[in-house]
């Protein structure tokens, strides 16, 4: 409905406007952090984004319970790095974590997260360019410990002491190995992506979804077999080097033949006896005694009594923890049965990879497998310049749209960059709100929807001031084109936006990742492009209407319109006057 001819009326309308801006940046100044910036995006601020995949045995899609519970434990993942700023978010059938900062390593290892089991270790041998190496010992069948020679100086105390008796010579351990690499080095269970390593297009013609559902039933027909011939036959050919496409997809029910996570030993694993979620806590902590770091564990009533009973089979042999199907500690038991539900593995630890194991038992086991299907990390320095540069784009952008009003509408080009300037101020406020309360990023993409929305906002202020000129070639005044201009424009108006936030929505259900952001600011654009025509640009322009000084042709650049109008009218007559 078009503002009435009253005075009062514009004036209310700038009025309310004015009110929400006020509530707005009262918002922005009194609540939450106080802090007037927005929350920018990796790349505008530096730091690393991971887009996790989940990876399902069958190849159908992941319930959202699922991705919930998932997204549920790497945020305690997050917590307990100490990692600040950081999120996990649910986007479509993905889980999305952001980093800030320059440390990509941490994002990396957040992702490393997954379904971890204990198994008891049957036998293994050292892996030299990530092949086994001539083994002396036998592959023992499911149920039957048969340790091959490379035994682990990692340590089992059922008490948290550490033992008195020596450990093995040994130096082939992978606990004692692949711990402190974890601190340089993010473990290969989940990043990178642990997909197979086929070509884009899979061969027979299957989907990629088929494919992976294909070499995932072929590696478990081949590494967790019951049958000691495939079992020796397997472990001469794993090759530690490349992907494994079983990652996360192993059956617990079966033996296991497997690498550890730094690549230096292949096992033949016993059936899972232990579920990772039978773990209750997992710390890490300096062995004031040893004068070295040790990993505490804690196991759930029901995971107590499993351990006990493992233990007290397994005394000086192995037990492997195996998360993604990949050994991420393979410790000698010491003494057993262990109760109370308690235990310390001890070893080469520094401080950094003690505490990323215990982080790695405390949180690692997950309803899912994932794969990385993006990774983007950004330096501080070139967010900072992207920053810069979409500030300047938006300046330039709107300097050109206040140019091009100026010389095309002249003084009426005032009012169409104040009222940019008014949506602008609301913009910037809304932004920083969303942010602070939805968790939104202003990201180069959202830049772009908000330079876009600059162009928008003045195609408004060109269907208005086109209408006007419409009306005064029919030989209406400035007065009282202005009024019936705008109830010409606003239907054009309306209909224009209604497009464009219907495809906003559209983009933003279908999109993923930074597209979404270009969708969200577009459309917000579009809603406040709205408001601010109603409430700002036509209480204006009716304003500007009832004065003396705009109604001048030199002041409004209207001059040749009202010409067009007077040479029309002067025709008209001439037409009547020979008429008769």
């Known amino acids: 409905m078009p503002p009435s001819q009253g005075s009062a009326h514009p004036l209310r309308l700038l009025g309310v406007y004015a009110v929400l801006l006020a509530v707005i940046y009262a918002l922005v100044f009194f609540t939450g952090d106080h802090s007037p910036t927005p929350k920018l995006g990796i790349d505008l601020q530096g730091g690393t ?27 305690n993942r997050v917590n307990g790095l100490g990692v600040s700023g950081s999120e996990v978010v649910i986007d479509g059938d993905n889980l999305v974590i952001t980093v800030p900062g320059d440390d990509g390593g941490q994002a990396k290892a957040l992702a490393t997260t997954a379904k971890l089991y ?3 270790v049957l036998s293994a041998v050292p892996a030299v360019g990530g092949k086994a190496t001539p083994q002396t010992g036998t592959a023992g069948t499911a149920g039957t410990a048969t340790p091959g020679p490379v035994p682990d100086t990692t340590q089992l105390n059922p008490d948290g002491t550490v033992p008195t008796q020596p450990a093995p010579t040994t130096e082939a351990a992978p606990t004692t190995e692949s711990a402190p690499a974890a601190e340089s080095t993010p473990q290969p269970r989940v990043f990178p992506a642990q997909a197979p390593t086929s070509p884009p297009t899979p061969p027979g013609g299957l989907t990629p979804q088929e494919q992976a559902k294909k070499e995932i039933a072929d590696a478990k027909a081949i590494r967790q077999s019951t049958d000691p011939t495939v079992q020796q036959a397997a472990m001469a050919a794993m090759d530690c080097t490349k992907s494994d496409p079983l990652a996360g997809n192993d059956d617990p029910n079966l033996p296991l033949v497997t690498c550890s996570t730094d690549g230096k030993e292949i096992l033949l694993l016993d059936k899972s006896r232990i579920d990772g979620q039978e773990i209750k806590d997992a710390t890490s902590g300096l062995n004031q005694q040893q004068a070295r770091h ?10 107590s009594d499993a351990w006990a009973s493992l233990t007290g089979e397994y005394i000086n042999k192995r037990v492997a923890f195996v998360l993604d199907s990949k ?31 215990a982080n790695t038992l405390k949180y690692g086991s997950l309803p899912l497998s994932f794969q990385t299907s993006e990774a983007e990390t950004v330096s501080a320095t070139l967010g900072l310049s992207s920053l810069r540069a979409g500030l300047l784009a938006g300046a330039i952008g709107l300097a050109v749209v206040l140019l091009y009003c100026l010389l095309y509408y002249r003084m009426l080009g005032f009012l169409a960059g ?65 009024p019936r201009g705008w109830q010409r424009a606003q ?26 952001g270009f969708a969200f600011t577009l459309g917000i654009t579009t809603v406040l492009d709205v408001i601010v025509l109603y409430l700002v640009t036509a209480p204006l322009m009716m304003l500007a209407s009832r004065s003396s000084f705009w109604a001048k042709p030199s002041v409004n ?16 007559a001439l037409v009547k006057e020979t008429a008769r």
């Open 49 to 75: 984004r991971v887009t996790l995949t989940a990876r399902t045995p069958d190849g159908s899609k992941p319930n959202q319970d699922s991705l919930r519970r998932a997204q549920t434990i790497i945020e």
């Open 118 to 120: 204990i198994r008891p």
């Open 294 to 303: 040790e990993v505490n564990l804690e196991f759930k009533s029901g995971g």
């Open 327 to 357: 050994v991420v500690s393979a410790p000698v038991v010491q003494s057993g049965p262990q109760q109370g539900g308690r235990t310390t593995i001890s070893g080469s630890f520094t401080a950094a990879s003690a505490k990323e194991l």
């Open 418 to 482: 104040f009222s940019l300037i008014a949506s602008g101020v609301a913009v910037y406020g809304i932004i920083v709100l969303l942010g602070r309360w939805i968790g939104f990023t202003l990201d180069l993409a959202g830049i772009a929807g908000l330079i876009i929305g600059i162009g928008l906002t003045a195609d408004s202020f060109v269907v208005f001031f086109e209408r006007i000129k419409d009306e005064m070639r029919e030989g209406r005044s400035f007065r009282s084109a202005v």
């Open 491 to 516: 239907r054009t108006n309306l209909s224009g936006k209604t497009v464009s936030l219907i495809a906003s929505v559209v983009l933003y259900i279908l999109a993923a990742g930074q597209v979404k």
């Open 557 to 572: 650049g209207l001059g040749a319109i009202q010409e067009v109008a007077r040479e029309r009218r002067a025709g008209e």
